[in-house]
């Protein structure tokens, strides 16, 4: 079992600069993906950025790309998020998601968030023109 809990979520404006926080505890010690997601009222949940804890591999999606940056800590239970250029379009519930096998040995999914079995209660971020 992994417990998540997310944090850093706030109110910016456009152009500004976030990061999220997740703290990790419990069967940590494990190498799994873990992402972050993001869900904005009425559309459904988006993948966001995926790393690896085994290696250093990381995937973003095409709409956060150049822009926001993951990261773990150095103890590997802790995730982090930069988001830079932050645009209205970004304004979600993001989610914090681990537990999520690797493909090849590098590859973590994005589009299928029924592959991370754990899940935060969410941080949110609200960007304003």
């Known amino acids: 079992q992994v417990q998540l809990v997310e944090s850093g979520g706030d109110s910016v404006q456009a152009g500004g600069s976030l990061r999220l926080s997740c703290a990790a505890s419990?069967?940590?010690?494990?190498?799994?993906?873990m992402g972050w997601f993001r869900q904005a009222p009425g559309k459904e949940r988006e993948g966001v950025a995926a790393?690896?804890?085994?290696?250093?591999?990381?995937r973003y999606s095409d709409s956060v790309k150049g822009r926001f940056t993951i990261s773990q800590g150095s103890r590997k239970n802790t995730l982090f998020l930069q988001m830079d250029n932050l645009k209205p379009e970004d304004t979600a519930m993001y989610y914090c998601?681990?537990?999520?096998?690797?493909?090849?040995?590098?590859?973590?999914?994005?589009?299928?968030?029924?592959?991370?079995?754990?899940w935060g209660q969410g941080t949110q971020v609200t960007v304003s023109t």
């Open positions: 998601a681990a537990g999520a096998p690797v493909f090849g040995g590098a590859w973590c999914p994005l589009t299928r968030s029924n592959d991370y079995k754990y």
């Open positions: 419990g069967d940590t010690y494990r190498s799994y993906c």
């Open positions: 790393i690896y804890t085994g290696g250093s591999s990381t």
